[in-house]
Structures are given as C-alpha cells and as structure tokens.
Nanobody, 125 residues
Framework: QLQLVESGGGLVQPGGSLRLSCAAS????????IGWFRQAPGKEREGVSC????????NYADSVKGRFTISRDNAKNTIYLQMNSLKPEDTAVYYC??????????????????WGQGTQVTVSS
C-alpha cells in the first residue's frame, strides 16, 4: 500500500523555524516529483514547493521564496521542508504529495496522485 506520512509540525513563535518530513512506505520515492501543499482554515489548499526526482530542480510559491527550502534524501525515502522566518500567515495543515507524471515544477494539486494526511503548523506568539 502506497503511503506518505508527514511529521515535524507543531507550534512555533513568529520568526522561528520548523523542519517537516515526508516519509514514504510501500514504494520508493526515487521516481516521483514531490510537492508540499498547505491549507489554512477557511482557505483553499495551495502549493508551497516541489522537487524533481533527482532533487536537481525545485520550485517555490512566491509567498515562501527565500524562507523555505525543499530537499530530499532518496536513500532514506524522505522529503524535507525546512521552514525559516515563519509568519502567522504560514499557519496551516501541511501536506506532501507525489506526482506520477514527469517533473514540471507544477504546484497544481490536481496533478499530484498520492497524498499524506497532513501535519499542523501553527505560528503564534
């Protein structure tokens, strides 16, 4: 069974940092582009960042450029999202997702095929 599991969320003060992890079971992530998405209360889910299977290409939403960094360790079958300089508007449930199609840098959620259950990130003083 293909499964993605996010972890690393929590409560952090504005300006703080968190590192989210996305671990796969039942399949290897080597051949999949991976995206991070988030959904804040009352808002639609939005794309945050994505990374190619090799890790050589990445893309970021304008709202997180310069603050968030996506990376992957295929040996550990895990994707990471390092989030720095967090703001209250970053508060959301964060999801990772795997895309079967060749990497295109897309942050459109309908192009992603397998999803995790999400992890809550709350930025508040």
């Amino acid at each position: 069974q293909l499964q993605l599991v996010e972890s690393g969320g929590g409560l952090v003060q504005p300006g703080g940092s968190l590192r989210l992890s996305c671990a796969a079971s039942g399949f290897t992530l080597d051949y999949y582009a991976i995206g991070w998405f988030r959904q804040a209360p009352g808002k639609e889910r939005e794309g945050v960042s994505c990374i190619s299977p090799s890790g050589g290409s990445t893309n970021y939403a304008d709202s997180v450029k310069g603050r968030f960094t996506i990376s992957r360790d295929n040996a550990k079958n895990t994707i990471y999202l390092q989030m720095n300089s967090l703001k209250p508007e970053d508060t959301a449930v964060y999801y990772c997702a795997a895309e079967v199609r060749p990497y295109s840098g897309s942050l459109r959620q309908y192009e992603y095929d397998y999803w995790g259950q999400g992890t809550q990130v709350t930025v508040s003083s």
